[in-house]
């Protein structure tokens, strides 16, 4: 997904944003006859005090902490540092622990809850990936078309690529990473610090997916409706897909690669260069989750606030999510997956096939990082200029809820009230989806 495509999603978020905190307050306000004071005092039990004060106290590992000027956990205080403006993606580094989230022309390095640097990258960064073989993250500058090689917190390289850069892997196989040029139509492929090629490929390549089993690279072309399978520096299939193709994922468990097709409200499933099949699932499919665990996918549907989950080709069940769910992500700490909400502002933690936990974070998340060396999930606040930092929850089987009206309560309240509006937003969203960039000649 390009920036520009996240800043119109952000302000849809915010119009609905705005309207919950209207509605919301006369929900709460009910609660307020409640007669039962436990129901309205103490802390979110999802939510816990920041990680000194957990250490000190002898409490559990932190629930959650935000990070940015608007942090306002309901649980004691937490560390708050500044980030920039509109962070939309955060990658973590296993070599160093950093974790390194993306804004519009600043990369933000944070060492478990503290921004310990602020790296100038090129304008507009998108998005970002570690390369574990040489210990750099490579970030792709949407409006700059170069990438920045970043070792630590500094800039080491910036490599010239094709328009708008906007999604960018590591393949481990051969070493390289490869970045989607959205408007080129072709990916640059880079090995440490230069350019080694310039592989042609579908209309607008808005993400990519790398293939362990097979070593190959998985480009989306969001707009001529393919995957193209590149191999090294060569296209060696190409293969239909459903309308509007983004953000695969690799199942290490069986070797497909799964597509939702945004637009068509299904899933391709590949394996080498052939579809094995087509899974229906909700309405506009924005992503999908591996969980190496259970081998199930999971496809967040943002148009039927469902997620749809695939075993094999065929699904499974379909879990019920608060509002738009729009990505997510895979803890291999605890197995559990958390569902990134735009429009809600929350993430939802599902285990198998149960919602474990609904957790508040900021406006407009759209992406998630997870720690592997502290455990923390990060969560970038699009609308909020902020991070939200997820640690421990309780255990499926103890408290899974607040015992008063927290956030989720009130968004179940008002859900009725917001169908329309939530409707309108994904006829925008998709209208303006399938709305065709300038052709690359014209560059």
Request: net charge negative; hydrophobic share 35%.
């Amino acid at each position: 997904m390009t920036r520009r495509q996240s800043e119109s999603r952000a302000a849809l978020a915010s119009i609905v944003l705005g309207f919950l905190l209207l509605t919301s307050a006369v929900v709460v306000s009910a609660w307020g006859s409640n007669p039962d004071p436990a129901a309205h005092s103490g802390p979110n039990p999802r939510v816990a005090p920041s990680p000194g004060a957990g250490a000190e106290s002898g409490g559990a590992v932190p629930a959650a902490a935000s990070m940015g000027v608007d942090a306002a956990p309901p649980a004691g205080p937490v560390p708050n540092a500044s980030v920039g403006f509109g962070p939309d993606w955060a990658t973590y580094d296993g070599g160093n622990g950093f974790v390194y989230v993306t804004d519009y022309s600043n990369v933000s390095v944070i060492n478990g809850t503290s921004v310990i640097a602020n790296v100038t990258a090129g304008w507009e960064p998108n998005s970002a990936v570690w390369d574990p073989e040489n210990g750099y993250v490579y970030v792709p500058n949407e409006d700059s078309n170069n990438v920045s090689v970043i070792s630590g917190t500094a800039v080491v390289g910036s490599v010239t690529v094709g328009n708008v850069p906007n999604d960018v892997v590591y393949d481990s196989g051969n070493g390289d990473v490869y970045v989607t040029d959205y408007e080129s139509s072709n990916i640059s492929v880079i090995h440490g610090t230069q350019l080694v090629g310039s592989v042609t490929v579908g209309k607008s390549p808005a993400s990519a997916v790398y293939d362990s089993g097979d070593g190959d690279v998985y480009v989306l072309n969001s707009f001529s409706d393919t995957v193209s399978v590149v191999n090294g520096t060569t296209v060696v299939a190409t293969v239909p897909v459903g309308s509007g193709p983004e953000n695969a994922v690799y199942d290490g468990g069986n070797g497909y690669v799964y597509v939702p097709n945004s637009d068509s409200g299904n899933v391709s499933v590949i394996r080498g260069t052939s579809m094995v099949g087509t899974v229906p699932v909700g309405l506009y499919p924005s992503g999908a989750v591996y969980d190496g665990r259970s081998g199930l996918v999971y496809v967040p549907n943002s148009g039927s606030n469902n997620v749809s989950v695939i075993q094999q080709t065929r699904v499974e069940t379909s879990v019920v999510v608060p509002s738009s769910p729009d990505g997510g992500l895979y803890d291999d700490g605890n197995g559990e997956v958390y569902v990134i909400e735009a429009f809600s502002g929350n993430v939802s933690v599902i285990n198998g096939t149960s919602v474990v936990a609904a957790i508040p974070v900021g406006s407009g998340p759209e992406n998630a990082a997870y720690d592997s060396g502290n455990g923390y999930v990060y969560v970038p606040n699009y609308g909020s200029n902020n991070v939200s930092i997820i640690g421990a929850l309780p255990s499926p089987g103890g408290t899974s809820s607040p015992s008063g009206p927290g956030a989720a309560v009130w968004l179940y309240a008002v859900n009725g009230v917001l169908v329309g509006a939530i409707v309108a937003g994904v006829v925008l969203y998709v209208m303006r989806r399938r709305r065709r960039p300038p052709d690359a000649s014209s560059f």
